[in-house]
């Protein structure tokens, strides 16, 4: 078996049985400060802000006026300021889409970028790794290792993931000191190959694959991080038509192929009653099967349901696993049912 099959073996089974460290420094990090932070926030994303208070976190998005996805980004609300994560991948979007909207507000925005580095505990064992470190399971500011960082939890394969947000020096000591606490075997650094087929058959969003002014973010099922009561903000209205007219045709599903090789994002696809695409794709290490994300039409095909995809070797099989979940608003009880058959699930 070749290292890098192994890593990325190693990974997955970690993902799923113990606990997995990933480097996420990819991910877009702000500090927003300022009078009137909570106010801008409030009226540029789509979650509630103004109801925040310091140590809790929600789920919020930046949308464009038509109502097209930029990025989903995670904030966590402290005494003086807000922290800010965005996707992987996103770069600069989410500091130049916010600054965009500041006018004569009283709020700055810093990047983080090069000042920190950004560490995440997934798997099962997360949390127990997280303890053993001298961590508690707190969200905001906190000691680890007896090093300063500041902790937020998210949605992740196997459940909650932890971020660990500290200064840049800190990055090797932060990661040596939380495998050490681990022990052998209790933590394995992510291979990037494992963790892609973590993500995808977790049903998590990547930007620039279903994080993508292709799609809207009910498409998406991103209801946790959507607020219908709180008033104006950028594409507020579009939403608010989805959701009153019920004109969500399609949804983000997860799927499983047996046999072949990965299918590359854009794929067509077909389920009953139409022609659908793949967002997302890995194959799964050591095993001889696929898991995709990609958006069907319809009223909600069943678990269960075949798929046909559409490649230059012929048709390929797949089988509905079910939709992503929906992650939990980490500040407050979950978004109440939206009342239409589209939205139960």
Known sequence: ?????????????AGHEAAVLLDSGDRPRLRVTGSARASFLHRITTAD????????IAPTLLITGKGRLLDRLTVLCLPDS????????????????????????????????????????????????????????????????GIPVTQLREPGPGGTAWLILAASAQKEPL?????????????????????????????LLRWGHELSEDWNPLEMRQEDALSFDKGCYVGQEVMARLRTYDRVKRRLWRISFAGGGALPAG?????????????????????????????????????????????????????????????????????ADLGKRRFDN
């Open 267 to 335: 794929t067509k696809v077909h389920a009953a009653p139409g022609e659908g695409v793949i967002t997302s794709s890995a194959r799964v290490p050591g095993e001889d099967r696929s898991v995709v994300l990609a958006v069907l039409p319809g009223d909600d095909p069943a678990p269960g349901g075949e798929v046909i995809a559409l490649t230059a070797a012929g048709e390929q099989l797949g089988e509905i696993v079910g939709a992503p979940p929906t992650a939990t608003d980490m500040r407050v009880a979950p978004p």
């Open 175 to 203: 990661m040596k000191s939380l495998q050490a606490a681990a022990g052998e075997g209790g933590l394995v650094c992510a291979d990037p190959v494992g963790w892609e087929a973590l993500r995808v058959e977790a049903g």
């Open 82 to 145: 807000f922290l800010v994560l965005g996707g992987a991948g996103a770069g600069d979007l989410p500091a130049e889409t916010l600054r965009h909207y500041v006018v004569f507000d009283d709020v700055q925005i810093a990047n983080l970028h090069e000042e920190t580095c950004l560490l995440a505990l997934h798997g099962p064992e997360a949390g127990n790794v997280l303890a053993a470190a001298g961590g508690q399971a707190v969200s905001g500011e906190a000691q680890l290792a």
């Open 49 to 56: 802000m103004n109801a925040l208070e310091p140590g809790q």
């Open 1 to 13: 078996m070749a290292a890098a099959d192994a890593a990325a073996i190693a990974t997955y089974r």
